[in-house]
């Protein structure tokens, strides 16, 4: 492990393994020295993470490593060079990111706020990941986003190769891309991503015979075919995240007045009324004695105690 943390040159994985060679270092006496050399560079890390502190000359890009979280959930474009990350970008939100009919337009992330329904999701634009590329800021970028949506390329005759090559950079960098989330991985350095496949340019793929390929590569995902010229498809894009997300959305109601439907609270999946009040403020969890409940499969106006398990579009009224 020791060559491994020597050669690595990402500082948030050069941390982690620094953290762990720290961790398993017998600690007696003998080794005092090392255990302080190993706990300055740990501090080192940390204080070069946080303050993008450049290192004499070596290339380090840790200003883009973090995007603040925005809205209703955070979805990551990854893809290889000309695959359409970016016109994704530009159709969904009102970011307006450079397009071009050549590979490596993006140079650097960029943001936007995608509306489905009643909530904002924010996407993240990214430079493509291929041989000749990869920004050693995306790993943080990735671990950091709630999901991945790997983008194909329909039209690209190398489609399963960039996308193959993708997936074992990733890997290298121990992000694991996974239809779904339920467990951690046993080995603690790796991290398991959620992921959802857009087959992009749908119309290049006339007989669906790529998108077979496509599926079959990765079986069990969430995929969804995508152009941006089909509205319809668009909006199953949006859907398509919003689902993979796992969140649902919960409106509330002052007695006697109709619901927001502006701002909903977002919870995980399986979460209470008790969470629910707990997003507003802590003190009303604690004062809150019932609520009444508004949604499909329920008793109009039934009233639920604080340990009631929330659905998508339920509406929420307080009593305290
Ligand atoms: N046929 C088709 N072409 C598309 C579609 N979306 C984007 N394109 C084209 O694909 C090319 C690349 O688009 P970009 O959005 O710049 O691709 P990108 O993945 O951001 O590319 P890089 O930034 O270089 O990684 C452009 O010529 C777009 O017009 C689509 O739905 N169908
Ligand atoms: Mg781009």
């Known amino acids: 492990m020791e060559r491994e943390f020597k050669a690595e040159r990402d500082p948030r994985e050069k941390l982690r393994l620094a953290e762990e060679l720290y961790a398993i270092m017998p600690k007696h006496k003998g080794t005092d020295k090392l255990q302080a050399e190993m706990k300055a560079k740990i501090s080192k890390l940390q204080k070069q993470i946080e303050g993008g502190e450049k290192k004499h000359g070596a290339r380090q890009a840790t200003v883009y490593d973090y995007v603040e979280k925005e809205g209703a959930g955070q979805a990551i474009l990854v893809g290889p060079p ?3 990350k970016s016109s994704l970008l530009e159709t969904l939100t009102h970011a307006k990111p450079l ?26 634009d990214t430079p493509p990941i291929s041989p000749e590329s990869y920004e050693n800021y995306l790993s943080g970028l990735i671990l950091n986003a709630d999901l991945v949506v790997l983008v194909a390329d329909l039209g690209a005759a190398r489609m399963i190769e960039d996308l193959k090559f993708i997936v074992e950079k990733l890997e290298e960098r121990r992000i694991l891309l996974k239809p779904e989330v339920i467990e951690r991985p046993d080995d603690p350095r790796y991290a398991y991503k959620k992921t959802i496949i857009c087959a992009h340019k749908e119309y290049e793929d006339e007989d669906g015979s790529r998108r077979a390929k496509l599926a079959a590569m990765f079986p069990g995902y969430r995929m969804v075919a995508t152009s941006i010229i089909d509205d319809d498809s668009m909006e199953a894009f949006k859907k398509g995240v919003f689902d993979a997300l796992n969140i649902n959305r919960v409106y509330t109601k002052p007695v006697g007045h109709d619901p927001d439907y502006k701002d909903p609270i977002i919870l995980k999946i399986g979460g ?7 997003t507003l403020h802590k003190d009303f969890a604690q004062k809150m004695k019932y609520a009444k409940i508004w949604g499909e499969g329920k008793f109009q106006g039934q009233r639920v105690q604080k340990d009631f398990v929330l659905s998508d579009g339920d509406i929420l009224e307080f009593h305290v």
């Open 82 to 84: 000309n695959c359409g």
């Open 99 to 124: 397009v071009g009919d050549y590979p490596y337009t993006t140079r650097e992330p960029m943001t936007g706020m995608m509306t489905f329904e009643t909530v904002q999701i924010q996407l993240i």
């Open 272 to 278: 209470t009324v008790e969470d629910a009040a707990m």
